[in-house]
């Protein structure tokens, strides 16, 4: 008696979910495509938010996420009237919601997806296509209290962030105090990114320094670096524009990094931001084609301000074509 | 229903009796069911990752560097500024939490206690997240001013164990009233009639006769601290780091969690599995405690009649 009590508990716990789940998606069905619109802009057929309907979730890159944020609420303030989620929880987390448990729509990413995330999409039917819709200039910070540091080498960086303990370690006029780091965390996009272009995609020498604290959260790493004129971190250029006034950012081999260091392709740690999505998906939940569509079409505008750069215009018509490849035939 | 006693008349035993009583039963037993499952899920999880060919138990418990995504494994960095945290938060916690409770038991109107009382459970009801904002944009910032900026780090032990301690105070300070105030009202006048003062009375019949309830009390706030996530996971540092120094930035094992399933980690990886170990391994220790607060309530309680 009892435990068949328990097992009807447990039995309508599990089901209640999903029976809610499956009356939602029947009702969002009507005119899926309604809010296409006649008029083409920049390459894609028009959006029109205000007959958009349904759920979009998203989640990946704390670097993405301002951008990401950005285009959610402009697209909510056109006139959407469903829920955008926003998840900052990393790249590498995001590819993980969204090619193994395929809980999200779209995968916001600071890296390309890795060949066996691409597999393990492939297993849940999921075949990842790639939007550029960005460039980050990836900042190295320190707080604005220190006066000794104007710029680094990539190989300095290497020390800083490696094997230095002082500061001293590095050039020798610098003050014999111990170098505090602050860096993303091991699932971020953001450290990947690091890791590869400054270490040459061995962690160990970061991982094993004195005095790193890691952060999945920006907002930390930006307290932390602000907190000591010792102290130094790494991440979006975003993040830097919000705090301009407790932070310095350092010249890389000598250049800074501005829209035009960064169109020109000179400033050393520029690279792409990307949002990932699937033709199935976008099938399935039109609302998610319409995002990426609003997305690719208006998000130069919204770029600069959220303090990255825009992609290049052959990298947003190619994210274009590839909507307009994926959707094809559906409208 | 074994212990129903016969009805005297010999009515025979209403139905709704025996639903409500296997009703209550079963609730009770699904608290006991899901302390249990908690259990063997922590168990289990802990054992694939000390079944993984990286790890070893010696090298666990005894090594002096975790940073799992490189395969280092020691977890005394974590451990250490978990006890770091958790003395501190016991300095503050218990002379406070002590004083208040013997002023509201031995020396307080009963106006006054009715004042306190409730705003000491106001303290207790403010959600941890919210102490952890005020360890890391008012407490910090305090002892950087007090002892220097040089000295004191952004992220810090201190701050984070003196914030813990003020978020246990009104648990300490109200389980050792309740301790207190047991002590029965005859010791206190016996005392009196030979002549002591309260103070007298207090410090040295009272607090004794009440040292078993005491004891309790701060292990449990001791268990209670070292369970403490939010304040940690927020002001105390999330870099593991070896270190006595409680003005440098480390991170404790609750800390660790937090930051590992906030960016939901691969479910495969080792760094996913240790997550487990560590939960597993604060269990033990605040169970551990809770044990011995037993055993040192049952032991040393003392019946006056």
């Not at chain 1, 750069?309 to 959707?327: D, H, Y």
Request: charged content about 15%; proline content about 4%; overall charge negative.
């Amino acid at each position: 008696m009892k435990k068949i009590l328990l097992t009807l508990l447990l039995v309508s716990l599990i089901i209640l979910p999903v029976a809610a789940g499956g009356s939602t998606e029947q009702t969002e069905t009507v005119d899926a495509y309604g809010w296409i619109e006649d008029q083409m802009v920049n390459g894609l057929p028009g959006v029109n938010p205000l007959k958009v309907t349904g759920n979009i979730v998203t989640a990946g890159s704390s670097t993405v996420f301002p951008l990401s944020e950005r285009m959610a609420e402009r697209f909510s303030e056109e006139g959407y009237s469903g829920t955008i989620t926003v998840d900052s929880i990393g790249s590498g987390a995001g590819f993980e919601r969204f090619t193994v448990a395929g809980e999200s729509d779209i995968s916001n990413a600071s890296r390309p997806i890795k060949d066996k995330e691409i597999a393990q999409a492939k297993t849940i039917g999921r075949n990842p296509i790639e939007f550029k819709v960005g460039t980050d200039a990836l900042a190295v910070t320190v707080s604005s209290k220190n006066t000794f540091v104007k710029d680094v080498t990539l190989e300095e960086l290497a020390q800083i962030f490696g094997s230095a303990v002082y500061w001293s370690d590095v050039r020798p006029q610098w003050p014999k105090e111990e170098i505090m780091r602050f860096i993303p965390g091991t699932d971020s996009g953001t450290f990947d990114y690091f890791v590869e272009e400054i270490f040459d995609k061995d962690a160990t020498a970061m991982l094993s320094a004195e005095n790193v604290q890691l952060s999945e959260d920006d907002n930390i790493l930006v307290q932390g670096v602000k907190g000591s004129e010792y102290a130094i971190g790494f991440f979006g250029y975003a993040y830097y524009v919000e705090n301009k006034d407790v932070l310095n950012v350092l010249d890389i081999e000598g250049i800074e990094a501005s829209e035009d260091t960064v169109n020109a392709g000179v400033y050393p740690l520029a690279r792409p931001l990307f949002l990932y999505s699937d033709a199935s998906i976008m099938k399935e939940k039109p609302q998610v084609a319409a995002f990426i569509n609003f997305y690719l079409t208006y998000v130069t505008e919204e770029v600069t301000s959220v303090g990255y750069f825009p992609a290049s215009e052959e990298a947003l018509s190619q994210g274009r074509a590839s909507w307009l490849e994926a959707m094809e035939g559906t409208y | 229903m074994k212990n129903t006693v016969p009805h005297p008349y010999g009515k025979r035993i209403r139905l709704h009796e025996t639903v409500i009583e296997s009703l209550l039963f079963l609730f009770a037993l699904m608290s006991v069911m899901i302390t249990v499952g908690i259990v063997v899920i922590l168990f289990k999880e802990s054992m694939l990752f000390f079944s993984s060919d990286e790890v070893t138990l010696s090298q666990f418990l005894f090594g002096t560097k975790w940073q799992p995504m490189i395969g280092q494994f020691g977890v005394l960095p974590l451990l250490n500024s978990t006890i770091t945290t958790s003395l501190i938060a016991m300095l503050v916690a218990l002379p406070l939490g002590l004083s208040v409770a013997i002023y509201l038991s031995e020396y307080a109107t009963a106006k006054t206690k009715s004042i306190v009382k409730p705003i000491l459970e106001i303290l207790a009801g403010i959600p941890t997240i919210v102490y952890g904002y005020f360890a890391l944009t008012f407490m910090t910032p305090l002892l950087r001013s007090i002892f220097g900026e040089e000295v004191v780090q952004m992220y810090n032990t201190a701050s984070a164990g003196i914030v813990i301690g003020i978020l246990i105070l009104p648990l300490v300070a109200t389980m050792a009233e309740d301790a207190i105030s047991a002590v029965p009202k005859e010791l206190r006048l016996a005392s009196h009639a030979l002549g002591s003062t309260v103070a007298e009375t207090t410090f040295h019949i009272v607090l004794p006769a009440a040292l078993s309830g005491l004891s309790a009390t701060f292990l449990l706030a001791l268990s209670r601290a070292i369970g403490e996530t939010m304040v940690v996971a927020l002001a105390a540092g999330a870099g593991p780091k070896l270190t006595f120094n409680p003005f440098e930035g480390a991170e404790t094992i609750t800390g660790y969690i937090v930051r590992i399933s906030g960016g939901d980690v691969s479910y495969n990886s080792v760094d996913y599995t240790s997550i487990f170990a560590l939960g597993l391994m604060l269990f033990i220790i605040t169970f551990t405690l809770n044990l011995i607060s037993r055993s040192i309530s049952a032991k040393y309680h003392m019946e006056y009649e």
